[in-house]
């Protein structure tokens, strides 16, 4: 009897593979490793993990042809999770950045004195807990997959031993993160409370629902917005949006540099797939007069501007490169939630805008900060510690492919033309307006502004303060560490560039496919 | 030939300095001679395609865009690779197409610290590019992208190649014309997105803006964000400040191609985009931006008599003879908006020349400061007797170029456009004519205490100071041959022009 009633639900493995190589890769390369001396070798954790990435990110295309092109999006593991388009895309891009970062990480181990299997175990982890996130059609199994993915991060943003500052970053992560995370499962359940699923389409047609006193979940609102706040809580604490940002700065600052351009890339495209899912899918509807959504964009628009303007403010009193590139993330947050707040927008024009935008906006900016992050990698030099302004001073001259390649990477952050950055403010502001949301286009350009001058001063320190400063010392300090750039680490920065420069100069690349993403969310 | 230009002749010209840059980039950096001959010849290249293009030109149909090319380019967005080139935007290529050879030619033996001409010319390459690409763009995207274009190698010049406060006059150079450019990049948004989200081009967006009915206040809001951008580019009385210290640091090329075509790209802006498409909320505005422009006016020039430096007075210069520009166009009549074209190319010809000057000057005293010099006349009578010439332009004196930009602005704002108040107009002429009067003060001021006189003790033996060189010469004399035609002849560019300004105020119905 009880067989009967337990009977596991049906599974179609063959569209889980991207998440399977993540997450059974990750098993096999802890047991493997620590099985056969052999591949603990310097260099084989490494490529294994790329291998793995990277068929992480191969078996994204036949899913891609399956769910964009013959079968359409479905949901498998009984309605756990969804493997839809706007799942492949996310996928592939936490896939490419578990790839990008294990090319720099094996340079960066070796230098540190670090090598061990166990980064890549937990890089790979946490990667299959990002995909999980974005794919999870639950909020039960969204939550898994951010505790998965947030508790290997915790474990390696600690994970450079000698380092104080890791240690201190990997446990004000873990505090801070374990505390919003208890807010998001709270959250869970009260609109669980609300609407009585967990299930995210399910959620989204509950609303409307009257329950036993007749009222629908939306007339008997307290319940439901107190969860939706909760829910919004623990997702801008994971993507860094002011005033839950606090914790960015500090924990950039003190993980090991290529796991910052993890958490940076991949941890924040699954923290915003996953908002963007719940929030955008569950929690909006079309059409005019009380709609849900006017209960939450506000305070979306809210978080977004003080993330533009305090990130971008903050930024320019730093001195500290991976700082400067903390709050820069805090800044690019802001955009992003401005992409979620169009996606969410009533009219469907609108928010199909802002899905397209968002999407590109990810992609875009995963690239570039794994890039700028990988030069930062290579810039600081053995001990991980040296991220000062002034070790850029002169760059150009050490090397001057890779401040030219830094140069790229940083003006695309800026949003300069021919830059993916440019095409990707453009196309959120362009949502934003859309949907009339003027002020905050406004302030966002204006935080733009402010953020580049911490761009900027990253650049003129590569290329203008060089000839400063007559006299020797200087030159001789500078010439003496000389720069070299690792092969994995600069293949990783190369292929960033390449992404970021592709992106700008043709932006219709990859159009059908961020369209087909965004629509996911948006044709709900 | 004529099927060529049609279909390729603009994009041609737009993109062969960008093509000399990437040649460049494969020649290695020691072999300083070829590549200053590269980036001539691409300049004369692209100054030939330019001549073809401007005899090939329809002048009885300049109203008429022509050479028109419009092609898909980022479909996501509905932005089209459309570039023309009319009557408006004709004389600000010719004069582009004019000065960018001019400054690789002086720049032959006068690279600036800390070399590399190999970076400095390639540069200079890609701001060809950039403002071509502006003046001829028809497409709001395409139009913001080369305008953004425009900004980084200016920023590298002053940065690298700058005086001693680079870093400051950079920084403030690229920060004030961003934040200009993220107004209007807003506003260029918010047009399309009530226009129909359906097009970037410039005259269809005119058309939309009359069919889909958009609100006077948005327009006028719209306006404002394009008035930011454009205004600071000028630059506009409150927003000035960047102007004099980034020509006072930047090397003397930098500053010449500033002065001479970036700051028109800012009153092009308005005459080219933000009148045409808006003429309503050009109507709302137009008495402000007359204010402003008055007051940069005579701003401009107590700021000049208060310089002791000649570069930084030249600078301040520019704000006052940008106001006559201003002026100009904010009286929205064609009488005014041809003037403020003509002003546009007489300013750059003429404060172009005024900065090679500075520059040679400064070349061989190694100092600007105006109390420090004298006697240039003396020391190098050729090179005194060609800043005459040119303070005298400068100052707006009848039968050189100069004239023609004031004079007409000034009388324009005599008869403003209808819907603007007379009486208000007439007071801003009355002030810019006073105007007039500082700038001869200030003019003759500066060639009194530099030219005339006998040589300071301390250069009066000074073997560095020789009177104009050869390659000045080339540099200089096609500008100089300019101030006085256009002087005596200044048909040569109302009679381009006039058509096309016509056409562009038909929305105001002037």
Known sequence: MFAQAATSPEVVWSLLWPLLFLSIGGVLLVTVTSVIPALRRPGMPAALTILIGGASFVSTIPVWRRVADTEGPTTVVAGAMSVDAFTVVMTAIIAASVVLTALVLDDYLRREGLDGPEWYVLLLMSASGGVLMAAADDLIVLFMGLEILSIAVYVLAALHLRRTDSQEAGFKYFVLGAFSSALFLYGIALVYGATGSTQIDQIAANLRLPNEAGLTPIEDASLLLAGVALLLVGFAFKVSAVPFHVWTPDVYQGAPTPITGFMASAVKVAGFAGLARVFVISFSEFGSGDLIQDDWRPILAILAGLSLVLGAFMAAGQSDVKRMLAYSSIVHAGFLLIGVHAAGHGDAGVADAGGRALVFYLITYAAMVVGSFAVATVVAGRGDADHGVDAYRGLFRKHPALALMMAVLLFSQAGIPFTSGFMAKFRVLGAAVDGEAYVLAGVAMLAAVVAALLYLRIIVAMFLDDADDEGGDEQVAGSVRKIDVPVGAAISIVLAVIVTIGLGVLPDLGRGVVAAAADVLVNR | ?510
């Open chain 2, 1 to 510: 030939m004529t099927e060529f230009l049609n279909d390729w002749g603009i994009s041609l010209m737009v993109f062969l300095p960008l093509i000399g840059a990437a040649l460049m980039a494969f020649v290695p950096a020691s072999q300083e001679e070829n590549h200053k001959t590269i980036a001539l010849f691409t300049t004369l290249a692209t100054g030939l395609v330019g001549i073809l293009l401007i005899a090939d030109f329809d002048y009885d149909n300049s109203d008429v865009l022509q050479f028109a090319v419009d092609a898909r380019w980022i479909e996501v967005i509905n932005a089209r690779y459309t570039v023309a080139m009319d009557g408006m935007s004709l004389p600000l290529i010719a004069l582009t197409l004019l000065v960018v050879p001019l400054v690789i030619i002086y720049s032959w033996n006068h690279i600036p610290n800390p070399g590399n001409p190999k970076t400095f010319l390639m540069l200079i390459l890609v701001l060809h590019t950039g403002m071509l690409g502006s003046f001829v763009a028809q497409d709001l995207v395409l139009f913001f992208v080369f305008f953004e274009v425009v900004l980084l190698p200016m920023f590298f010049m002053i940065g690298v190649w700058g005086g001693e406060d680079r870093l400051y006059a950079s920084l403030k150079f690229f920060l004030y014309t961003l934040f200009g450019s993220a107004l209007m990049l807003v506003s260029f948004l918010a047009l399309y997105v009530l226009a129909g989200s359906s097009t970037f081009n410039m005259v269809q967006l005119a058309e939309n803006v009359v069919t889909e009915d958009i609100s006077k206040t948005a327009q006028v809001l719209i306006f404002g964000g394009m008035f930011m951008g454009f205004g600071i580019k000028v630059p506009m009385f409150p927003f000035h400040t960047w102007l004099p210290d980034a020509h006072t640091q930047a090397p003397t090329q930098g500053s010449v191609i500033l002065a001479a075509v970036l700051l028109k790209l800012g009153t092009y802006g308005f005459i080219r985009i933000a009148i045409p498409i808006l003429p309503e909320a050009a109507v709302e505005w137009a008495p402000w931006i007359g204010l402003l422009a008055v007051i940069g006016i005579i701003y401009g020039a107590l700021g000049c008599l208060a310089q002791t430096d000649m570069k930084r007075l030249i600078a301040f210069s520019s704000v006052a003879h940008m106001g006559y520009v201003m002026l100009g166009i904010a009286t929205l009549t064609d009488f005014g908006i041809n003037a403020a074209i003509f002003g546009m190319v007489a300013h750059g010809i003429i404060t172009g020349m005024l900065f090679f000057i500075a520059g040679s000057i400064k070349e061989r005293y190694h100092t600007l400061e105006i109390a420090r010099l004298g006697g240039l006349l003396v020391q190098a009578p050729k090179m005194g007797w060609i800043l005459a010439i040119t303070t005298m332009a400068s100052l707006g004196l009848p039968g050189l170029a100069g004239f023609w930009g004031e004079f007409p602005a000034i009388l324009a704002a005599y008869d403003p456009a209808p819907g603007l108040s007379d009486a208000l107009f007439r007071v801003y002429m009355v002030i810019a004519a006073i105007g007039t009067v500082l700038a001869a003060a200030y003019l003759l001021w500066l060639l009194q205490r530099t030219a005339f006189g006998t040589p300071s003790e301390e250069f009066e033996n000074d073997p560095h100071i020789h009177d104009v060189v050869t390659e000045e010469w080339i540099a200089w004399t096609p500008l100089l041959i300019l101030m006085v035609v256009l002087g005596f002849y200044p048909r040569l560019i109302f009679g381009i022009t006039d058509d096309a300004v016509i056409n562009s105020l038909l929305a105001l119905g002037g």
